[in-house]
């Protein structure tokens, strides 16, 4: 692991704590993405095909509700070790650097945590499975999401968050695709997925500066106030606040919409009905490309276009109210038409979000000293729709309304959450 610092220290502060003021360069770029490719692959290859595959196969009457449950308690779990795994990175001392270790340590157990799963044949099992490799990826994730500050200056961060993003949508497309043609069973599904999680983050480990923090810039350890760090108050900081709830709002009309979305395809649009011979996992694959395809044509002009402008909030409200419109159009036309347009749409509302908010958010975090942590504390807005969308949605798909409320639902908080960004008053 390299130890060449990235940054130099204004103020006499080291390396690790210092506000980032070079540029960094293409293969950094190049290689944290390809880190996360393999964090995302491991997310979604489950959640799109593996997870609703086992969960049908050890309870199909009951299968919606069994799949809410794994998923939302896998979420819970994540939501309790990205800001806790965050602030270990934090305080972590030794010549290889705060954040690779914790890395190279998430992406070994979230790998394992996958294989374990791929020979689970019970809910409680694969519950218990993804539980694991959520531990795993979530403290990988906590590691690399501190990345960007810590390397990337303010005027970049939305082009480079731009090309992190794009893994982010291209590694549903390599999961979705590895698990359902390279593969031929669920099992051999994860163990792909998990042998590739550490493959990726290698190259990122092994050859990136992480600078390591000196040991008289770590606090003295005390319990209650490092839990007592996780509280960081709306009053003293109201734009990490606003910044947190946006995303929390944005992300879970994003969960609702894709959590049933290949029942969607099976119960609502008929999609096997329409391609007799054909299996649902293809139409599925079908709108992840088209979908993809535009992510990676919008991401990365999105977030150069926010650096240049300077504007982030207008253009995270603009992506929310693009986002919202494919949720409308699925809840009043389930047609596999109207499908398909409804992805290419949302693929432009996310690309841009992608990279704008994720630039946002690294500009109010409260101080350097924890930024794994507070990135942690937002990635809860992340994975606490996970946990919030089947509690929502399962009632709703079950008879308040069924597929129509549900997208509709989804609408109305994307439209709340890019209204609310307004609120954020630091950042442009």
């Known amino acids: 692991m390299s130890t060449v610092p990235p940054v130099t220290p204004p103020h006499d502060l ?28 491991a997310y979604f290859g489950p959640l799109q095909v593996l997870l609703p595959q086992q969960i049908a196969a050890a309870d199909p009457a009951g299968k919606e509700a069994a799949l809410a449950w794994v998923t939302g308690v896998g979420a819970a779990v994540a939501m309790i070790l990205n800001p806790v795994a965050g602030a270990l990175s934090d305080r972590t001392v030794g010549r290889f650097g705060r954040r690779h270790p914790w890395t190279l340590l998430g992406a070994i157990a979230g790998g394992l945590g996958l294989v374990f799963l791929g020979f689970q044949g019970s809910v409680v099992g694969v519950m218990i499975g993804w539980c694991l490799a959520q531990a795993g990826l979530n403290t990988m994730q906590a590691a690399l999401t501190a990345g960007v500050p810590d390397h990337v200056p ?31 069973t669920t099992a051999s599904g994860y163990l792909l997925i998990g042998a590739l999680v550490p493959l990726c983050v290698l190259p990122f480990v092994l050859t990136t500066p992480d600078a390591p923090l000196p040991v008289a810039h770590r606090p003295a350890f005390d319990a209650r106030s490092f839990l007592r760090g996780f509280w960081i108050s709306p009053r003293a900081h109201p734009d990490f606040a606003w910044a947190w709830l946006t ?11 894709l959590l049933y979305l290949l029942y969607f395809l099976t119960d609502e649009v008929g999609y096997e009905r329409l391609f007799p011979g054909s299996k649902v996992e293809d139409g599925l694959l079908v709108l992840i490309l088209i979908y993809t395809a535009v992510v990676v044509l919008t991401a990365v002009v999105g977030g150069v276009v926010s650096d240049r402008l300077g504007r982030r909030k207008t253009l995270v409200t603009v992506s929310g109210v693009i986002s919202a419109v494919p949720a409308v ?22 690309g841009i979000y992608l990279s704008v908010d994720n630039a946002l958010v690294t500009q109010v975090l409260p101080a350097a000293a924890g930024r794994a ?15 919030l969308a089947p509690v929502i949605a399962g009632p709703i798909v079950a008879g308040l309304g069924g597929y129509p409320v549900l997208y509709l639902t989804a609408a109305a908080l994307t439209l709340l959450g890019a209204a609310l960004v307004w609120k954020i008053r630091s950042v442009p």
């Open 329 to 350: 159009m699925m809840a009043c036309w389930p047609h596999w038409t109207v499908v398909m347009a409804a992805a290419v749409i949302m693929g432009v509302g996310f």
């Open 247 to 257: 995303r929390f709002l944005m992300q879970l009309g994003n969960a609702i919409v």
């Open 14 to 41: 080291p390396v690790a704590l210092a506000e980032p003021v070079r540029r960094v360069g293409p293969r950094w770029i190049g290689f944290i993405s390809l880190a996360n490719l393999g964090l995302w692959m």
């Open 154 to 184: 303010v005027g970049q961060r939305g082009e480079v968050s731009g090309w992190i993003g794009i893994p982010q949508t291209l590694g549903v497309v390599l999961a979705v695709v590895l698990v359902t043609m390279v593969v031929t």
């Open 373 to 387: 942590k507070d990135l942690g504390v937002i990635n809860i807005a992340n994975s606490g729709p996970q946990v």
